[in-house]
Protein backbone atom coordinates (compact mmCIF):
# COMPACT_ATOMS: atom_id res chain seq x y z
CA UNK A 1 0.00 0.00 0.00
CA UNK A 2 1.28 3.32 -1.20
CA UNK A 3 0.65 6.59 1.26
CA UNK A 4 1.80 9.82 -0.01
CA UNK A 5 1.98 12.39 2.62
CA UNK A 6 2.78 16.37 1.94
CA UNK A 7 4.33 19.31 3.96
CA UNK A 8 5.59 22.49 3.60
CA UNK A 9 2.74 24.65 2.97
CA UNK A 10 1.56 27.44 4.94
CA UNK A 11 1.47 31.52 4.65
CA UNK A 12 3.48 33.54 2.64
CA UNK A 13 3.93 37.33 1.27
CA UNK A 14 3.86 37.82 -2.50
CA UNK A 15 6.81 37.52 -4.13
CA UNK A 16 8.00 34.79 -0.91
CA UNK A 17 9.13 31.17 -1.19
CA UNK A 18 8.05 27.53 -0.05
CA UNK A 19 9.18 24.59 -0.50
CA UNK A 20 6.42 21.49 -0.38
CA UNK A 21 7.61 18.08 0.50
CA UNK A 22 6.03 15.26 -0.26
CA UNK A 23 7.14 11.62 1.61
CA UNK A 24 6.18 8.03 0.54
CA UNK A 25 5.85 5.05 1.72
CA UNK A 26 5.79 1.53 0.50
CA UNK A 27 7.78 0.90 -3.12
CA UNK A 28 9.81 3.10 -4.89
CA UNK A 29 7.52 4.73 -7.53
CA UNK A 30 7.50 5.78 -11.31
CA UNK A 31 6.64 9.38 -11.89
CA UNK A 32 5.47 11.93 -9.74
CA UNK A 33 4.11 15.19 -9.59
CA UNK A 34 2.10 17.96 -7.94
CA UNK A 35 -1.26 19.47 -9.00
CA UNK A 36 -3.47 21.87 -6.96
CA UNK A 37 -6.87 23.31 -6.51
CA UNK A 38 -8.53 27.04 -5.62
CA UNK A 39 -12.13 26.95 -4.23
CA UNK A 40 -14.46 26.66 -6.90
CA UNK A 41 -11.77 25.76 -9.49
CA UNK A 42 -11.03 22.48 -10.99
CA UNK A 43 -8.14 20.57 -10.42
CA UNK A 44 -5.13 21.52 -12.00
CA UNK A 45 -1.22 20.10 -13.34
CA UNK A 46 1.57 22.33 -11.07
CA UNK A 47 4.20 19.69 -12.51
CA UNK A 48 5.55 16.56 -12.81
CA UNK A 49 8.84 14.56 -13.09
CA UNK A 50 10.15 11.12 -13.88
CA UNK A 51 11.26 8.42 -11.92
CA UNK A 52 14.85 9.06 -13.06
CA UNK A 53 14.33 13.08 -12.63
CA UNK A 54 15.28 13.08 -16.06
CA UNK A 55 12.22 15.04 -17.50
CA UNK A 56 10.48 17.44 -15.98
CA UNK A 57 7.40 19.17 -16.96
CA UNK A 58 5.25 22.20 -15.60
CA UNK A 59 2.33 24.33 -16.27
CA UNK A 60 3.05 27.64 -18.17
CA UNK A 61 1.94 29.50 -15.23
CA UNK A 62 4.53 28.76 -12.74
CA UNK A 63 7.54 27.91 -15.60
CA UNK A 64 10.23 29.70 -14.02
CA UNK A 65 9.24 30.00 -11.26
CA UNK A 66 8.43 26.47 -9.74
CA UNK A 67 11.16 23.75 -9.54
CA UNK A 68 10.26 19.67 -8.88
CA UNK A 69 13.05 17.42 -8.20
CA UNK A 70 13.05 14.24 -6.32
CA UNK A 71 15.16 12.17 -4.05
CA UNK A 72 14.86 8.45 -4.83
CA UNK A 73 16.83 7.79 -1.91
CA UNK A 74 13.87 8.88 0.63
CA UNK A 75 11.44 8.20 -1.88
CA UNK A 76 10.32 12.15 -1.62
CA UNK A 77 9.34 14.36 -4.06
CA UNK A 78 10.06 18.54 -3.38
CA UNK A 79 8.32 21.74 -5.32
CA UNK A 80 10.79 24.87 -4.65
CA UNK A 81 8.26 27.84 -4.97
CA UNK A 82 9.55 31.04 -5.56
CA UNK A 83 8.24 34.39 -6.55
CA UNK A 84 4.67 33.02 -5.27
CA UNK A 85 1.96 35.14 -6.32
CA UNK A 86 -1.76 35.47 -5.11
CA UNK A 87 -2.95 33.42 -7.68
CA UNK A 88 -0.92 30.63 -6.31
CA UNK A 89 -3.16 30.30 -3.28
CA UNK A 90 -4.66 26.89 -3.35
CA UNK A 91 -4.67 23.27 -1.77
CA UNK A 92 -1.77 21.26 -3.38
CA UNK A 93 -1.61 18.12 -4.24
CA UNK A 94 1.26 15.21 -4.72
CA UNK A 95 0.12 12.32 -7.21
CA UNK A 96 2.06 9.27 -7.78
CA UNK A 97 2.96 6.60 -10.51
CA UNK A 98 2.17 7.41 -13.42
CA UNK A 99 3.41 5.28 -16.39
CA UNK A 100 5.39 8.80 -17.68
CA UNK A 101 5.36 11.90 -16.65
CA UNK A 102 1.92 13.78 -17.63
CA UNK A 103 -0.36 16.52 -16.98
CA UNK A 104 -3.48 14.52 -16.65
CA UNK A 105 -4.85 13.61 -13.38
CA UNK A 106 -6.08 10.13 -14.32
CA UNK A 107 -2.48 8.81 -15.02
CA UNK A 108 -1.42 9.11 -11.65
CA UNK A 109 -2.85 5.92 -8.73
CA UNK A 110 -1.78 7.73 -5.46
CA UNK A 111 -2.78 11.08 -3.95
CA UNK A 112 -2.26 13.13 -1.06
CA UNK A 113 -4.46 14.68 1.22
CA UNK A 114 -2.97 18.03 0.04
CA UNK A 115 -1.21 20.85 1.68
CA UNK A 116 -2.53 24.45 1.98
CA UNK A 117 -0.81 27.32 0.52
CA UNK A 118 -1.72 30.86 0.82
CA UNK A 119 -0.13 33.76 -0.60
CA UNK A 120 -1.27 36.95 0.48
CA UNK A 121 -0.96 40.25 -1.37
Known amino acids: QVQLVESGGGLVQAGGSLRLSCAAS??????MAWFRQAPGTEREFVAA????????YYADSVKGRFAITRDNAKNTVYLQMNSLKPEDTAVYYC????????????????WGQGTQVTVSS
Open 95 to 110: AADGAVPSGRSTDYDY
Open 26 to 31: GRPLYS
Open 49 to 56: ISRSAYST
